[in-house]
């Protein structure tokens, strides 16, 4: 059974347009309990029925708060209980139907010889894979021609040899958007891309070796391996952050 999307057309609930969100805002409220979150799943999950956003006359997605909400029982269900995407979709409906549901028992992560999870392995196309093109990303990080123009002069986005961008560009030009908020310009940013390039660099030269090998297993675990060294870079780059300013964050 399909999710019907609430707030839709003729609803007499629907969301009014200041309550719906772009893809870019709801990629950051995901992020406060799933850092991992990418464009590019969210838009898999739209694919695979999971969430339905609104579109505008464009076709731009606006998600509503029950959209993401969803999408957070379904991510949930897939970190602590293992489950793959039929079974949540299933079980959401049936939850919507006023049914009553027992989330199946947690299962353990299958793993190879090699220690990679199954289901790393075999999961859906990550970011790297994912495109966005510039009219989506100047609606979805709500910007003019003019600022991304600005941006890309300062190496903050680029676009890809097709003209397109890969779909993370959205997240980095809805927090520029953000920090704009409290003066701070594409110019002083400049010091944190050059930052994160040296930091890729960093990972890129360790997990190389596992790239280049010729066994599929192997180059499979590279990715893992990047995630993971990735994970805990962006973790010890804010610590540095939170304690060279004496806060914490949230």
Known sequence: ???????????GTAATDRELMSIGTVLNVLREEFPEVTVSKIRFLEAEGLVEPRRTPS??????????????????????????????????DARERGEEVRIPFPGR???????????????????????ICREDLLAEAGMAEEQ?????????????????????AATVATLVVELGRFGIEPRHLRVMKAAADREAGLVDQVVAPLRRHRNPQTRAHAEARTKEIA???VKLHAALVQTALGVRLP
């Open 109 to 131: 992560p299958r793993e190879t010889a090699g220690g990679e999870r199954l289901e790393d392995l075999l999961a859906e196309p990550e970011a790297s894979t994912a495109r």
């Open 59 to 92: 076709g731009y997605r606006k998600f509503t708060a029950a959209d993401v909400e969803r999408l957070g029982h379904v991510l949930r269900m897939q970190r602590d209980h293992y489950l793959p995407l039929k079974v949540i979709r299933e079980h959401l």
């Open 231 to 233: 994970g805990l870079a």
């Open 148 to 168: 991304l123009a600005e941006w890309e002069a300062y190496g903050l986005l680029a676009p890809l040899p097709d003209g397109t961008y890969e779909a993370e």
């Open 1 to 11: 059974m399909p999710h019907t999307p609430s707030g839709g057309a003729g609803s």
